[in-house]
């Protein structure tokens, strides 16, 4: 064992729940105990916890259209001076033109997620995803 | 997650506790708007609440804007860093009338 | 989306950590979100919590014997009216009649853990692990 | 995961705070038996412990152990429902000599 674990490319966790809004306090749970590890404040993992929270919600309620039967694995990693989050979902391809915020100046209710998922994040982009999935979402945030 | 609701100087305050999030916000929108159907202010205490996303805004903006409807006052009362921390990133700490206790909105309805 | 989503058989998660004891905070986490969603009370998802922690800690410290390289997967799921978690770990097979707890009115530091596996789960056995995998231990404690 | 000790009436008087694990039960291990170095009765305030496992469990014993080679009084105080449940399962509530207070186990050194 070495005696500082996280100071450089780890991983830290994959965690695979069926995509529904009764499983995201878990996931919470999850990524912020693996924020934790990587020795940054409580508002830095709260705002990453955010993030992953609002990504996970737009594969419930956009990537499966709210069916209950697919699931989504959230990987996270250090990757030296960041931490990367990978969402994957088993839901047909997302065109991801269509992802984007609404104008906030319009007040409605809805329409925030990906625009938190944009400025709680450094990189925001949807990669490759692993063979015989759907969607891979990958996110990074600066560790300060 | 639990919602509550008390009669207070002729206002009706509602106590939420807990996270509010994609599973437990349609329970707090239902919430408030049934507690607006009293035809009463609203002050929603959020003193205990730890945790909103963008689902739990969602409610409560969708709740100031029937009470704006329907003529009635909406305020938050207590809101706490985290959940402060949401709204300035919604840039709603400047729509909604945020309260540092619920009698402090209770003085400014009467 | 149904109602009552946990009355019966469905998978709660999948967690994959590198088996390391600076990952137990985050495994207690996830185990500790997922009971409580099958309605039960805080000290049956503690004494639950605890067993988990405690097969995890021998898988870490006794089946990769510290070397900090290997994996351990947490699956949970409900069954009817049990809880079962299976873990599962990448090291050589591990010969079960060896492990088993010490005689308790022989205070000395260490030797509870199996013990504490034994009285808080209602069944537990190692099992045949999946392909790849070193070792499978499968716990089941009936939901009250 | 933190461990902070004062002199007290004498005694040494330690108190945990956080959850004692696999990763944690180590530091605890070597502070308390640096404590007990200082020749005092040591008393554990167990109060803001939320969590601990059997490697907690073996961090205190051998303290304890420790403690009672050397004559000195060995003591936790209010210990918390989850850590006594797990002091009761390991049969270790009838070791241990544990206290509602710190106070009272200070009395009892005294
Ligand atoms: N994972 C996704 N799959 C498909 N479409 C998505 C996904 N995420 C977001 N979208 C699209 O982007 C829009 C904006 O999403 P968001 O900002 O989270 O607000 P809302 O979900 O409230 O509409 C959604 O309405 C949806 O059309
Ligand atoms: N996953 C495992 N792989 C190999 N050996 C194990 C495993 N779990 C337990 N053991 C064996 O069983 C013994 C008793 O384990 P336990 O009751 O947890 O106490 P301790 O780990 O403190 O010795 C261990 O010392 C070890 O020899």
Redesign the pocket.
């Known amino acids: 064992m070495t005696t500082d674990p996280l100071s450089s490319t780890e991983p830290l966790f994959a965690l695979r729940v069926p995509a529904r809004p009764d499983r995201l306090r878990l996931v919470r749970a999850a990524v912020g105990e693996a924020a934790m590890l990587c020795g940054v404040g409580s508002s830095w993992v709260g705002d990453l916890v955010l993030a992953v929270d609002?990504?996970c919600?737009?594969?419930i309620?956009?990537?499966y259209c709210g069916r209950a039967d697919g699931d989504m694995v959230i990987e996270m990693r250090r990757e030296a001076d960041r931490l990367e989050v990978r969402l994957v979902?088993f839901?047909p391809r997302?065109?991801p033109s269509?992802?984007?915020?609404?104008n906030l100046t319009d007040l409605r209710?809805?329409?925030?997620?990906?625009?938190?998922?944009r400025i709680l994040m450094d990189d925001v982009e949807f990669c490759e995803p692993p063979e015989g999935a759907g969607?891979c979402?990958r996110m990074t945030k600066r560790i300060e | 997650m639990t919602c509550e609701a008390q009669e207070k100087n002729g206002a009706t305050v509602v106590s939420l506790s807990g996270e509010i999030d994609l599973q437990t916000s349609p329970d707090v929108r239902r919430f408030l708007l049934k507690s607006l159907s009293q035809g009463k202010s609203l002050v929603v205490d959020m003193s205990a609440v730890g945790y909103i996303d963008?689902?739990g805004i969602?409610s409560l903006v969708e709740a100031y804007q029937t009470a704006r409807k329907m003529g009635l006052r909406f305020a938050l009362a207590q809101v706490g860093p985290s959940a402060m921390r949401v709204f300035q990133l919604a840039r709603l700490d400047r729509v909604f009338t945020i309260f540092p206790s619920v009698d402090a909105a209770l003085q400014d309805h009467a």
Chains 1, 3 share one sequence.
């Not at chain 1, 209710?109 to 998922?117: A, D, Q, R, V």
């Open positions: 609002e990504a919600q737009n594969v309620r956009h990537a979902d839901a997302v065109d269509l992802v984007k915020p609404r209710p809805g329409g925030l997620g990906t625009y938190f998922i969607n979402l | 963008s689902s969602a």
